[in-house]
């Protein structure tokens, strides 16, 4: 038996350093290629590091809650030097895995910037092992507070564990109206990372309508109802808390977004204009897609219509698709679409790939996914690179309007504020209308106002008629 050290991996592009937040082993566990040792935090996202040997967990060098450098060794694993299932000793930290088997495995991310594998959970892909229970996973179970290293047993989750059913319908009612529990008729049936999900979104599983192929709860299902029920809106107000202050270190993704709002707020002169909008039609539009059985099981709302009205209005105003190099203004002919992602772990902005090339249909299904993988924390460097333009969409929060700012190597975002009835002139008369205001920050170094302006008018003029798409 020889111990192996595993070094804390380069997992994205040029990172320098990441946290450990909660180990998934403890010493003397069995572990077996693959199986995930530790959740780290990047700068940029939540990654699971998976094991590149097979063997007894020797010792966990680094406590939870701990930044250290890449590099640094963070686990020891002893290892049968007569093979014994081990990963080739000729490397010593971690491997990249066989590229067919990681184009074989959908659900697993790959971080295009190292090469590196970031597996799904273990639970979906490989069996229990017989000769011990499976090991704990993200979302079984409760897991202990503080910032201190936790102990943990190596027990499964019993399937009494959440008693509460899901109802028979899905309903309409504010969280305060719903049934925070019923009579038990069975476990809710949901895997580790959607369980997961849904702690993340602060969503009870047991008031979730089950959609999966044997009465599970997917991801779209989690999704549906964190809509109804935002983790971004106090249901309860909670008590003082007994300490006169709390103090939160700065790192991880905070840091990043203090450093990329203060660079770019400080280095491009911001400039914003707003626009009042009769999104009546939208909505309209928005339903009937709803109804279409092309979008059957993709989430539609007006975020969608947003996004292909700022994709053609910069077709006809392209210098709003721009970067700012000093030396040069770069137009991009191509819209890699930002959207701001509000989650748990704080803002990023994932952006469409060439989302001028897709269908609506595609563009749809692209969003969804693209907000889905956020709030799981999933969210690759790669994914948040390379954005020419970004919306925020502030009305999920109930807010008119706001003044965003740039996203980096960024000249242009645009906000999206709350549709609501309001009193509108419509052929000299006063009518109830579905109305929103649209806001947009630009870059006056390469926008001017006249382009802004045009630009902006473009994106409203879609908002009130969507029909002006099929020309």
């Known amino acids: 038996m020889s111990d192996l050290t595993f070094r804390l991996p380069d997992v994205g592009e040029g990172l320098t350093e990441a946290e450990i937040v909660q180990w998934r082993v403890s010493p003397g566990d069995t572990v077996a290629v693959n199986d995930v040792l530790v959740e780290i935090e990047t700068a940029k996202s939540l990654v699971e590091l998976p094991s590149p040997y097979a063997g007894v ?121 719903r049934p925070l529990h019923a009579a038990s008729v069975g476990p809710v049936l949901a895997k580790p990372p959607i369980r997961k999900l849904a702690k993340d979104l602060g969503v009870d599983l047991s008031i979730v309508t089950p959609t999966g192929p044997v009465g599970d709860v997917t991801r779209d299902d989690v999704i549906r109802e964190a809509s109804q029920v935002s983790v971004f809106r106090n249901i309860q107000t909670p008590e003082w808390p007994e300490t006169r202050e709390e103090r939160i270190p700065v790192k991880g993704v905070r840091k990043m977004i203090a450093q990329t709002m203060v660079k770019s707020a400080y280095s491009a002169p911001h400039v914003s204009l707003f626009v009042d909008v009769d999104a009546t039609r939208t909505m309209e539009y928005v339903k009937r897609l709803k109804a279409g059985t092309d979008y059957a099981g993709i989430r539609i709302s007006p975020l969608l219509v947003m996004a292909k009205a700022i994709i053609w209005a910069v077709r006809r105003n392209p210098t709003v698709n721009a970067q700012w190099t000093d030396d040069e203004i770069i137009v991009k002919h191509y819209v890699n679409l930002g959207i701001a992602a509000a989650t748990p772990r704080g803002l990023i902005v994932p952006n469409v790939k060439d989302a001028q090339a897709m269908s609506m249909v595609q563009l749809a299904s692209a969003l969804e996914q693209l907000t889905i993988t956020a709030r799981e924390g999933k969210t690759t460097p790669a994914q948040m690179a390379g954005g020419t333009i970004t919306i925020t969409n502030i009305g999920v929060f109930g807010m008119d309007t706001g003044t965003p700012i740039l996203n980096s190597d960024e000249v242009g975002i645009v906000a999206l504020g709350t549709i609501k009835p309001k009193p509108w002139v419509v052929d000299g008369e006063v009518r109830v209308r579905q109305v929103t205001t649209i806001g947009a920050s630009f870059d006056h170094r390469v926008v001017d106002g006249d382009v802004a302006s045009r630009f902006l008018a473009d994106v409203a003029s879609i908002i009130e008629e969507p029909a002006l798409l099929l020309e």
Not at 60 to 70: A, R, W
């Open 57 to 177: 967990v020797g010792a966990l060098l680094v406590d939870e809650g701990q930044t250290v450098d890449v590099g640094t060794a963070i686990i020891t694993v002893g290892t049968d030097a007569a093979g014994g299932g081990a990963a080739p000793s000729t490397v010593p930290d971690v491997a990249a895995p066989d590229a067919a088997a990681t184009a074989a495995t959908a659900a697993t991310p790959v971080d295009a910037g190292s090469g590196y594998t970031l597996p799904a959970a273990a639970s979906e892909t490989s069996a229990p092992k017989a000769e011990k229970p499976e090991p704990m996973l993200v979302g079984h179970g409760s897991s202990a507070g503080g910032g201190t290293r936790r102990r943990r047993t190596r027990t499964a989750p019993t399937p009494h564990e959440h008693l509460a059913p899901a109802p028979v319908h899905q309903t309409t009612a504010t969280p305060l109206e």
